[in-house]
């Protein structure tokens, strides 16, 4: 593909790095030369210095022929008006991202078709929507929504005393709508077969329907869902989680620094406890009974604040807590120093945009584990070698480290067990090792006569 990437922060930098590996035709753009240096250093591809909304830039980047146009400055205004341009200069496809407060009632994290723009983005608005998810688990620390919502991909840490410690994953009682489609342990994942067996400190992911991956999680944690939450940060992230969680019935308090902000918030937001006052401060978390709450998310725009909020939470009594953090090679460090759930919103930021550059029969693909695994969504073309095969005679296509985690049947979500069988059309959601993810894909296209 001929991708254009407008800005080059840490999500435009990403972007380049995977779009890069992956082979694609890349030309990146933006106003400072030392970004632009720091790319061309970095990556191998095309560098413009320039305003990315201005049409002589555009030009030069060759938006008209280009596939995918994607606008990810720190300016809302001009990722939309680039995007913009870029369609009608003759972009196939054009993405913004859009993050600010403004924008996010408008966008609900992502957007089709506003203003003119095929995709856009609001990636704190999306996390804040992961956040909810997580807190409406029993214990997941990650929440992925697959195939339009109808497919979830939770993570799963275990802990404390499991009755599932040292059992084959094959003498579980699953629920029939739910599969582990892996486990993490000392840091590598593996797909696993019935005779793996469960260690303590074992990460989990299961796959299935919505219900059926929550039935699941009881099996793995003894966490409840959250039902009394506090939050620290009224920004976009702050308030669309509390919008989120006051919809599911949670009891919410929200604490923000700023007076004039938390006077609005309390205006603006029914039903929720806004109190002034500054997170990072023991006493307030202490006399605010922070202990009583089931999930503490930080989620200022400052790393320093929501990683020092959270630890007082722990060190007041909280059992579990959340961060976000805009840089994301912070996560790993702050998962060590004892914080449970730690998202980023410019990596979620990413990931989407890059499901859209995936072509062919592979319609989105998630990266787990920092490139370990690879969750792929894709159409079974009607001359595949896999239709009309049960899945116990399948087991010479999947390649090893592949999994089969779910099927999308017209409007139907199948679990897959040994009998089921694949159509020409259907949908399927794969667990696969990176290796082997060119063979999967092999599978499910058409026969070559």
Known sequence: MYIVVIGLGEVGRHLLSVLDHEGHDVVAVDAS??????????????????????????????????????????????????????????????????????WANWTEGIRYGLLGVDVVINPRVLVAQELARVARSHGASDVIDLSENRVELVQIELQGESRLFDKALKSIDLPTNALVAAIVRDGVLEVP??????????????????????????????????RRVCIVGGGVVGKSLAR???????????????????EAISVELDGIDVVHGDG?????????????????????????????????????????????????????????????????????????????????????????????????ELTVSPRSPAVGRELTKMRDLLPHGALLGAIIHGDQVVIPHGSTKLSAGDRVIVMTKRHARKAVERLFRPRHT
Do not use: W
């Open 33 to 102: 030369a030392e970004a632009v240096a720091y790319a061309e250093e970095h990556y191998d591809v095309a560098c413009i210095v320039g305003y990315g909304a201005s049409q002589e830039v555009l030009d030069r980047a060759g938006v008209s022929r280009a596939d995918i146009v994607v606008a990810v400055s720190n300016h809302d205004e001009v990722n939309l008006i680039a995007a913009l341009a870029a369609k009608q200069l003759g972009a196939k496809q054009a993405v913004a991202r859009a993050q600010g407060d403004e």
């Open 193 to 226: 077969g019935g005779d793996d067996i469960f260690r303590r400190g074992d990460r989990v992911y299961l796959i299935g329907s919505p219900d059926g991956v929550l039935a699941a999680e009881r099996l793995f944690s003894r966490t409840r869902e959250a």
């Open 244 to 262: 989120e969680l006051r919809r599911s019935g949670a009891k919410v308090m929200l604490i923000e620094k700023d007076r004039e902000v938390a």
């Open 280 to 376: 990072t401060h023991q006493g307030l978390l202490e006399e605010e009974e922070v202990d009583t709450y089931d999930l503490f998310c930080a989620v200022t725009p400052l790393d320093e604040v929501n990683l020092m909020a959270s630890l007082l939470a722990k060190r007041a009594g909280c059992s579990r807590t959340a961060v976000t953090v805009q840089r994301a090679d912070y996560v790993p460090i702050y998962k060590q120093l004892g914080i449970d759930i730690v998202l980023s919103p410019r990596t979620v930021a990413s990931d989407h945009i890059l499901r859209l550059s995936r072509g062919g029969v592979l319609h989105s693909l998630t990266v787990l584990e920092d490139g370990q695994a690879e969750v792929v």
